[in-house]
């Protein structure tokens, strides 16, 4: 069993940067896959970043990259999404994600953090 619990949400202006947190319970988190997601309102939720157990490999979402660093710290239970020059069509609740790198699914999510991006 894991729990997330997502911090670092905010108000910020366009061009602005954020750092999100996401701290997870359990021994094994570092066995983990995590994404983050991002739901805007009126708008399904989407994918933004996600990183695997050893942080080997990392993906993002076309309309992040080159703006957005996914990282984790194993030894604090904690991934990051570092998002600079924001925009405001980022903003959206963000939620973090974990699964076994075996499943198909995030079968954990956080309860979300907010990030508004003002123009």
């Known amino acids: 069993q894991v729990q997330l619990v997502e911090s670092g949400g905010g108000l910020v202006q366009a061009g602005g940067s954020l750092r999100l947190s996401c701290v997870a319970s359990?021994?094994?988190?570092?066995?983990?896959?995590v994404g983050w997601f991002r739901q805007a309102p009126g708008k399904e939720r989407e994918f933004v970043a996600s990183?695997?157990?050893?942080?080997?490999?990392?993906s993002y979402a076309d309309s992040v990259k080159g703006r957005s660093t996914i990282s984790r710290d194993n030894a604090k239970n904690t991934v990051y999404l570092q998002m600079n020059s924001l925009k405001p069509e980022d903003t959206a609740v963000y939620y973090c994600?974990?699964?076994?790198?075996?499943?198909?699914?995030?079968?954990?999510w956080g309860q979300g953090t907010q990030v508004t991006v003002s123009s």
């Open positions: 994600a974990a699964k076994l790198e075996s499943e198909n699914e995030y079968g954990y």
């Open positions: 359990g021994r094994t988190f570092s066995t983990y896959a």
């Open positions: 990183i695997i157990k050893n942080s080997g490999y990392r």
